[in-house]
């Protein structure tokens, strides 16, 4: 990983942030972190919640004693709080410390008392989750009526963003330092409320000790190509699609989208099917010559397998593309061709598979899916972007990158082939194959959010170039962006 990427992007897991905050506390005591969390949480409630009466319930961890701090702050603004214990903290501990420090009223860890209480502070476990919630935990967190939560809500798998057993839904999510997966991966992130992410003080030298792998996909981590005053149409990139007999409009959507993303030159390798193309189609580039024939020509670098494409199309063209050496994006019918098969998209660059094209090449994504994700891209040597609700890409060296930023909207045919055209353009324009997939990805999500709330995939290219444009401005904004506590708002 040669690149250096924003750290304020990164992304960690509990294992990594349990090594971090342990290197922390070499030159920062954990009750000074603790306190700086707990107080953290309670400017978030006196910032947006309403005074009411207050429970906060305290795991035996360190979590729990992040919530004794809580209380503590809100007692000391006025604030009725009371605790509830659903274990005592460890004698000598910091949290016992934060424990002895909190001089309010202590209520028994029960239904009856949250269902008493306007606010609950979820403080019993963390986002390390080793085991499903269960029992009476879940009875007492299920009787709150408005929740709070410390770190991650309780029975979300900070690693995955899936609920073990059960997850209260909290109105509001304070956590440290830097995300967790579990906070931007669906469903956990149904379960947040508005996300705050608070400066606790943790050292930079901390962080720079355990090397991230997974990122937030925001401009910054990636920087797109920008034309000088003697680029021309060659020097922008040539993309080069497939195109198939019978499904024309996905190819048309690919092509779209590569033009409206930069793409210097598009060209439709369309043999025998070429006249189905010609009408309505200013811009492009249509070839009626055999596949071979075309490979000769070296600034064609760049090519799109798949859409619009049957699976004996696929058969006859992506060998070929990759004996050729071609950089290759493989989607929907190069998919489908390779189902049960993955071997088959060995030598591509770039696959886009949804939920059901994954499984259907790799098998379920089972019970981490940021981890299968990565363990495919190893298995094929490629960039997979896995799409949907949190799009995941995936580089073959582990590197992972999870996007957010998108609408449902996009859910819609034809979405995807504009996709593929928006990535096929940057790598012809001499991104890497993982920068390019991120930055493929999040464009096309702007572009949607630009389009309206129902818009059709004949829409999105129309919006590309405003979407390259604010990511601009944001890559210009991320130079000079520092901790803080920051407001995350969900799509």
């Not at 920087?223 to 198939?244: D, N």
């Not at 593929?420 to 353009?425: C, L």
């Amino acid at each position: 990983m040669a690149a250096i990427y924003p750290s304020l992007l990164s992304v960690y897991s509990p294992d990594e942030m349990g090594k971090i905050d342990h290197i922390s506390a070499q030159t920062v005591p954990v009750s000074v972190l603790m306190e700086n969390a707990g107080r953290a949480v309670a400017r978030a409630i006196l910032r947006y919640e309403k005074p009411a009466r207050v429970l906060v319930l305290c795991g035996p961890g360190n979590n729990g004693g992040d919530g004794y701090v809580v209380a503590r702050h809100l007692y000391d603004a006025g604030w009725p709080v009371a605790v509830a214990e659903m274990v005592a903290p460890k004698p000598g501990g910091p949290a016992a410390e934060a424990s002895a420090r909190f001089r309010g009223v202590r209520v028994p860890f029960s239904a009856q008392e949250s269902a008493r209480a306007d606010l609950v502070v979820d403080a019993v476990f963390g986002a390390g989750l080793s085991r499903d919630v269960a029992g009476l935990p879940v009875e007492v967190l299920q009787a709150a009526h408005r929740v709070v939560a410390v770190d991650i809500p309780s029975g979300v798998d900070g690693a995955t963003g899936l609920v073990r057993g059960y997850a209260p839904k909290a109105v509001m999510t304070v956590t440290f330092c830097r995300f967790k997966p579990g906070h931007l991966l669906y469903p956990g992130r149904e379960y947040l409320g508005r996300l705050i992410l608070a400066d606790i003080g943790i050292p930079q030298t901390a962080l720079d000790q355990v090397p991230p792998t997974t990122w937030q996909n925001e401009p910054g981590l990636w920087h797109l190509p920008i034309p000088g005053p003697e680029s021309h149409k060659y020097t922008r990139g040539v993309v080069s699609i497939c195109a198939g007999e019978s499904m024309p409009g996905a190819t048309r959507l690919c092509a779209g989208g590569a033009r409206a993303a930069g793409a210097g030159l598009v060209r439709v390798a369309a043999g025998a099917g070429a006249a189905a193309y010609k009408l309505g189609a200013p811009g492009l580039i249509i070839d009626d010559a055999p596949l071979p024939t075309l490979l000769e020509d070296k600034r064609r670098r760049v090519w799109v397998c798949g859409p619009g494409l049957t699976e004996a199309e696929v058969q006859a063209t992506l060998p070929v593309l990759l004996a050729a050496g071609k950089s290759v994006l493989a989607d929907a019918g190069a998919l489908s061709a390779s189902a049960g098969d993955p071997e088959k998209l060995k030598g591509v660059a770039v696959i886009t598979p949804h939920i059901g094209e994954f499984t259907r090449v790799f098998g379920p994504v089972g019970s981490n899916p940021p981890e299968h994700v990565r363990q495919a891209a190893q298995q094929i040597g490629a960039v997979v972007v896995l799409k949907g609700a949190s799009t995941m890409i995936a580089a073959p060296d582990g590197r992972l990158a999870i996007n957010n930023h998108a609408t449902p909207a996009l859910g819609t045919a034809g979405s995807g082939d504009t996709l593929s055209g928006v990535i096929s353009a940057l790598l012809a324009a001499g991104m890497p194959a993982w920068e390019a997939a991120c930055a493929g990805v999040w464009l096309h999500g702007e572009a949607g959010r630009q389009a309206g709330p129902w818009p059709v995939a004949e829409d999105l290219d129309l919006h590309l170039g405003a979407a390259r444009e604010k990511a601009a401005h944001m890559q210009k904004q991320r130079v000079n962006s520092h901790i803080g506590i920051l407001p995350w708002t969900h799509v």
